[in-house]
DNA sequence: GTCTATATCTAGATAGAC
DNA sequence: GTCTATCTAGATATAGAC
């Protein structure tokens, strides 16, 4: 039956976060629980207790790694598309497929509703940050003005979300397409929104 | 307190589906249960199943209803689109985010993973149904190959389906966007896939 | 056809032992 | 710092009354 808990961590509220990863990579928001992140680490489900006071934290924590891990791997992506905006931009939606194939943890973490009503601050400086990061990319594009460089990063978030929600919900199941080749497609998606009739110069 | 129960309906299933969709648009997939479907009716918790044997079966004639009505609805909007194919698939995205703004009931309710394991013809042909009406408009649009036709579906399915989620998600709230004005940016993203700026499928 | 009542399960959260 | 034990609440599902 279930493995013996005679485990003790040293740092079990990292271990939580992490663990936090894998539930939600495994079974998305919806499944996801202290009880099922304690049962990952054969710990008793009331030792998260003593490092989150209760759910919404935890999830809070969470959140802020994934923002902050989120942004990073956005940046690593951009500069690996080289000079060209568009493709920097583009090359964001692609990072985010795969950030969050690998997780679990994308903006319907970060941004859930349940933590709308919680303030962290920590949270709120990643997550700014992590927007920032974005939105610097859509200007760089050289769209004629701060509001459509807003729209088309919604756009282009919107097309990785989509992307993600697809092959999260099953609907490549069949195809077996990996998250790579998912990914690639969202790029290439992405890279064609910027693109139409007003085009970026050079 | 809880409304008295005297209620009996002359046909519940019926009414457990609407309500279904109540449910689906109030907490999303997440929060949907056959007891919170019953409460919503005013019905004890025992009645639904009566009707269903179980959740899935439930949920699987809402996937049913939920794919018939989503043809139609993007039916309509490509009538109302016009003659231009690439503008008749981009008004599929746009009627994707309004009905599911709705009714809380889009791909990953009717494709959703719990019931990929349920045999039911009746719901089997509603998808596939609605799979053929998005390839028709694919194909329409003149791209050199099927195989491109289908890509310009997912991209244009995931534009639309992406903006649901962050709609969903409440991404958009602060600035209290309406879902009619999401379901327009959805449409004009989903437009400039089809420019033809850079080959899709090079 | 719908009700009440109930058995079982899982999750969130707390108290107190070690 | 983590455990065992326990309480509460809500969900699925079944049995049997009316």
New interface residues.
Partial sequence: MAAKRSYHHGDLRAALIAASFDQLADGG??RFSVAAVARRLNVSSAAPYRHFPDRVHLLGAVSAVAAGDLRAAIETAAVEAGSDPAARLAAAAGAYVRYVARTGAG??VI???EL?DFPDEARREQTRALMTSLLDLGTATGVPSYQEAV?MV??T??????????LA???F?RKAHSADAVAD??T??A???A???R?AGS
Same sequence: chains 1, 2.
């Fill in positions: 928001l919806p903006f319907s941004y859930a509703a709308h729209l919604e756009a978030i919107a097309v990785a979300q989509g992307y993600t929600s697809l919900d099953g609907f199941a497609r969202a290439q998606a890279r064609s929104l693109a139409p009739s085009g």
